[in-house]
């Protein structure tokens, strides 16, 4: 079948609106009708090439969408399901996955790549095998995906809402509940409020922090943390340093997670600054594979016995916390809706990332057409 979809064929370069080719789903393998699409900040560093992804790529990891075949094999998800999919895949057998560890699932290895284990590619095109980011490609009215990064949720939850489970909510919810480990009275900075940070406000505030403390340089991101439970907001670290200080009486925030577009050394070394003895810095936010984004004084991290954590996908297991998350989300504990800031259409994906880029939107999200 056709389907219409957004490719990066050069880093630097424009992402592109093509008509592709799907192969229908083999063993293990679902075909999707994606009816939403969030735009994370991760599928532009794949257009920028700060993230080096193989080439061509369809774009997208935040989805959902409708199930409306299944390949030989399958039995987590049947035609009419609603799912959300799972950036990382998760085998369910890997040490990874057989430890409550889904997100390091061992399938994750080929999500810049973009194909299914085979390897397989079944987008195909002008310019012959197209990848899909994060072997999804959410950015296409269609998708093929395996079972594995499908995650069936209840019908009757709004996936326009739902599908910022995908990827934005539990990657900054977990880095603040599971990564960060905050706890009731805890005093937490999250440096950087885009669709991750503001989650990793909801979660810190959820997990029953004292302070929760925004950094972003713009004001309509100060905003929105403090309307989903952020206590205080500043535009600069240097600001936010000096309150935490005086609200911890100079002990110093429990954790930092940093959840800028771009992460620097500057901005862990100020995570760094931010916590106290025996605090924790999450490292959430991205950058070029090795560029070298921690420079620190390891002897303060010894004597202060400061940790410093990498948080893929919130340390999340997708089958299990996309469905409590979305419990959650019903229950009025997490807010979706009141973080999505606009519409487009999969045309427009390219105006979404400029609006992204110039700091308007917490979340944009693509509404599918077929
Ligand atoms: N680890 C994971 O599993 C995972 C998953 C998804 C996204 N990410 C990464 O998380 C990062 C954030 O993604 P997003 O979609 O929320 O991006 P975003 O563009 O929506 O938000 C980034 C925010 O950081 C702010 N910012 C920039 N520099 C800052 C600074 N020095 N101090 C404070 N704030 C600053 C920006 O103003 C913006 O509001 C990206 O690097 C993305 O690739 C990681
Ligand atoms: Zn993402
Ligand atoms: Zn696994």
Known sequence: MKTKAAVVYEPGKRIEIEELDLDGPKDGEVLIR?????????DLHVVTGDLE???????????????????PGVTRVAPGDHVVCSFIPNCGVCRYCATGRQSICDWGATILEGYLPGPRFPLTGPRGEYGATCMLGTFSQYGVIHQNSAVKVDDDLPLDKAVLVGC?????????????????????????????????????????????????????????????????????????????TEMTRGQGADSAILTVDLMTAEVVAAGFNAIGKGGVVVVTGLNKLMEPTIQLPGSILTLFRKDI?????????????????????????IKLDEIITRTYTLDQVNEGYDDLLAGKNVRGIIVHEH
């Open 34 to 42: 994606y009816t939403y699409a969030g735009l994370c900040h991760s």
């Open 53 to 71: 992804a193989r080439m061509p790529i369809v774009l997208g990891h935040e989805g959902a969408g409708i199930v409306e075949e299944v390949g």
């Open 168 to 244: 934005g909510v539990p990657t900054g919810w977990g880095s603040a509940v599971y990564t960060a480990k905050v706890t009731p009275g805890d005093t937490v900075a999250v440096f950087g409020i885009g669709g991750i940070g503001i989650n990793a406000v909801q979660g810190a505030r959820y997990a029953g922090a004292k302070n929760v403390v925004a950094i972003d340089p713009l004001e309509n991101k100060r905003e929105k943390a403090m309307e989903l439970g952020a206590t205080h907001a500043f535009a600069t670290a240097d600001e936010a340093q000096a309150a935490i």
């Open 309 to 333: 954590k990498g948080s893929l996908f919130g340390d999340c297991n997708p089958t299990y916390d996309i469905p409590k998350i979305l419990g959650l989300y019903q229950a009025g504990d």
